[in-house]
């Protein structure tokens, strides 16, 4: 197959994944009120930030699943099935009846429909990034990898796009009651466009020369190679964390700094298509400086400059927040165009499905705990000081990781 073409067959997943999980995030506060309805709106609104947890700490027994058996019978027929079962999933939960109609069966409906989902999402990035390093030559990698992640920025932002149009098409009480299920159907109709053409994928030419795959992956990848799981798991901490924090701001710039939410939307939508621009470049530079080296300067400068970067919100102002946006989406660009390349090149073929799902899974449940965190602690402070003060704290940690890596 074609460089060109399995950059393709890997992006359209990768962005549809990034796309679901910003429309949960975005529309969090309508969600709510359909499946959690309380007399406290924080109450009502944790409960729905706890559902989107769940869908990160779900993810690594999919990842886990489905990476063992790509690692045992091939890349390509699991690389098409997860898509299958994010669009019906993604499909359900915007058809799934409120609990105004059905009761308490309808939030355990919808959490199974999001369980299912974080099934999928588990395995989706792991194998993608599998399946394409796999099909890659080494020194184009870091480009190969950036046209993919800038998927995930353009998924990113057609979800916030989405997000934008439909609340700007629809009053409130519409939006409450029909219009934020409009994302999601969508989503599951571009999912199922995405399987149909991912069915015609060929296996990887690494497997195909694997003479020997492991017959339990995990087994193997536990005792084998238990320093690169833990250099996986410091690596991602940071990029993680600011990921999941980007999805939830709305929720709070509204009310911290007294932004509207069609700025919030349009502003996330601007520094998305922003990231999706960078990413490519700085995949190109990771090959020719080096994936360690670029990643290492960008979690340094997350560190020094965290606490400047938040001080701009500060101004209550549209350049403000689109300047902030702007510089927080290009710390990340500069981070997901390294590691990810980074993360699969730690491990050998016949574990490397497994071993990137085990690391990028497991930490992202662990930082899915982030959203409850942060409003728990908003909720008694009514500041978000606490949070450039963390991502510092992770920087380091992040920091350390890549610094004591093999150089790539």
């Not at 400086?289 to 919100?313: E, I, M, N, P």
């Given at each position: 197959?074609?460089?060109?073409?399995?950059?393709?067959?890997?992006?359209?997943?990768?962005?549809?994944?990034?796309?679901?999980?910003?429309?949960?995030?975005?529309?969090?506060?309508?969600?709510?009120?359909?499946?959690?309805?309380?007399?406290?709106?924080?109450?009502?609104?944790?409960?729905?930030?706890?559902?989107?947890?769940?869908?990160?700490?779900?993810?690594?027994?999919?990842?886990?699943?489905?990476?063992?058996?790509?690692?045992?019978?091939?890349?390509?027929?699991?690389?098409?099935?997860?898509?299958?079962?994010?669009?019906?999933?993604?499909?359900?939960?915007?058809?799934?009846?409120?609990?105004?109609?059905?009761?308490?069966?309808?939030?355990?409906?919808?959490?199974?429909?999001?369980?299912?989902?974080?099934?999928?999402?588990?395995?989706?990035?792991?194998?993608?990034?599998?399946?394409?390093?796999?099909?890659?030559?080494?020194?184009?990698?870091?480009?190969?990898?950036?046209?993919?992640?800038?998927?995930?920025?353009?998924?990113?932002?057609?979800?916030?796009?989405?997000?934008?149009?439909?609340?700007?098409?629809?009053?409130?009480?519409?939006?409450?009651?029909?219009?934020?299920?409009?994302?999601?159907?969508?989503?599951?109709?571009?999912?199922?466009?995405?399987?149909?053409?991912?069915?015609?994928?060929?296996e990887t030419p690494a497997f195909l020369a694997n003479k020997a795959p492991p017959k339990y992956a995990l087994v193997d990848l536990l005792r084998d190679h238990p320093q690169s799981i833990l250099q996986g798991f410091g690596m991602l901490l940071l990029p993680t964390s600011l990921v999941i924090f980007i999805l939830i701001i709305p929720a709070y710039f509204r009310?911290?700094?007294?932004?509207?939410?069609?700025?919030?939307?349009?502003?996330?939508?601007?520094?998305?298509?922003?990231?999706?621009?960078?990413?490519?470049?700085?995949?190109?530079?990771?090959?020719?400086?080096?994936?360690?080296?670029?990643?290492?300067?960008?979690?340094?400068?997350?560190?020094?400059?965290?606490?400047?970067?938040?001080?701009?919100?500060?101004?209550?102002?549209?350049?403000?927040?689109?300047?902030?946006?702007?510089?927080?989406?290009?710390?990340?660009?500069?981070?997901?165009?390294?590691?990810?390349?980074?993360?699969?090149?730690?491990?050998?073929?016949?574990?490397?499905?497994?071993?990137?799902?085990?690391?990028?899974?497991?930490?992202?449940?662990?930082?899915?705990?982030?959203?409850?965190?942060?409003?728990?602690?908003?909720?008694?402070?009514?500041?978000?000081?606490?949070?450039?003060?963390?991502?510092?704290?992770?920087?380091?940690?992040?920091?350390?990781?890549?610094?004591?890596?093999?150089?790539?």
């Open positions: 197959m074609k460089s060109s073409k399995i950059t393709a067959l890997t992006s359209f997943g990768a962005g549809l994944e990034y796309y679901d999980f910003i429309i949960y995030a975005l529309l969090s506060p309508y969600i709510s009120e359909q499946f959690f309805p309380t007399s406290h709106p924080s109450a009502a609104m944790l409960a729905t930030l706890a559902v989107f947890a769940i869908g990160y700490l779900i993810r690594p027994i999919g990842g886990i699943i489905f990476g063992m058996l790509g690692d045992r019978f091939g890349r390509k027929h699991y690389f098409a099935l997860t898509l299958l079962l994010m669009a019906l999933s993604t499909f359900c939960m915007g058809i799934a009846p409120t609990y105004h109609r059905f009761g308490l069966f309808a939030p355990l409906l919808f959490i199974g429909f999001r369980i299912i989902q974080g099934i999928s999402f588990g395995a989706e990035l792991p194998g993608s990034l599998t399946f394409l390093i796999e099909h890659i030559h080494e020194k184009s990698r870091g480009t190969h990898c950036g046209f993919m992640i800038s998927s995930v920025g353009l998924g990113s932002s057609l979800g916030a796009l989405i997000a934008y149009l439909t609340s700007q098409l629809f009053t409130t009480a519409q939006m409450t009651t029909f219009g934020w299920r409009i994302p999601f159907l969508l989503g599951g109709f571009l999912a199922i466009i995405a399987y149909f053409i991912r069915k015609k994928a060929t009310d911290a700094y007294h932004y509207t939410s069609h700025d919030i939307y349009l502003g996330m939508t601007i520094s998305q298509l922003w990231c999706a621009f960078l990413l490519p470049i700085f995949g190109r530079l990771s090959d020719r400086v080096g994936r360690k080296r670029l990643l290492l300067v960008a979690t340094t400068t997350t560190a020094l400059c965290s606490l400047l970067l938040f001080q701009l919100l500060t101004f209550k102002t549209k350049i403000a927040l689109f300047a902030f946006l702007g510089l927080y989406e290009t710390l990340i660009a500069a981070m997901a165009a390294c590691y990810f390349t980074l993360l699969a090149e730690l491990f050998p073929t016949r574990v490397r499905y497994t071993g990137v799902a085990l690391c990028y899974n497991t930490v992202y449940a662990i930082v899915a705990m982030l959203p409850m965190l942060i409003h728990t602690i908003y909720t008694h402070t009514q500041s978000l000081l606490y949070t450039p003060l963390l991502f510092t704290l992770l920087a380091l940690v992040t920091t350390f990781s890549v610094w004591n890596l093999s150089p790539g």
